[in-house]
């Protein structure tokens, strides 16, 4: 099974840029779906982007679309999150995903991935 670890995560003030990375370990990375979600406090997690296992394929949350590009490079089994432009409503702990084996179209339900990394800290400053 894959085994999912993100990193660069921080404090931000509004307008700047932070990239998130997920290292995968383990499992079948380079088949599987991949996908970042959010959970800001106090509220539920969100869908924020999803990229096929190929990479030709990416789908990204109306809220994020246009600032956020996911990216992913199979040989190093890693997938990144570039986040632009961030707004103080992108605080949130940002998890990445691997979906579920047999998924092979990107979804937004977060029941479609599994497992998952323990999450990294964004928070944006006004």
């Known amino acids: 099974q894959v085994q999912l670890v993100e990193s660069g995560g921080g404090l931000v003030q509004a307008g700047g840029s932070l990239r998130l990375s997920c290292s995968a370990s383990?499992?079948?990375?380079?088949?599987?779906?991949m996908g970042w979600f959010r959970q800001p406090p106090g509220k539920e997690q969100e869908f924020v982007a999803g990229?096929?296992?190929?990479?030709?394929?990416?789908y990204y949350a109306d809220s994020v679309k246009g600032r956020f590009t996911i990216s992913r490079d199979n040989a190093k089994n890693t997938v990144t999150l570039q986040m632009n432009s961030l707004k103080p409503d992108d605080t949130a702990v940002y998890y990445c995903?691997?979906?579920?084996?047999?998924?092979?179209?990107?979804?937004?339900?977060?029941?479609?991935?599994?497992?998952w990394g323990q999450g990294t800290q964004v928070t944006v400053s006004s």
């Open positions: 990229m096929s296992w190929s990479g030709g394929s990416t």
């Open positions: 995903a691997a979906g579920r084996f047999g998924l092979v179209g990107i979804s937004r339900d977060a029941r479609d991935f599994g497992p």
């Open positions: 383990g499992g079948t990375f380079s088949r599987s779906v």
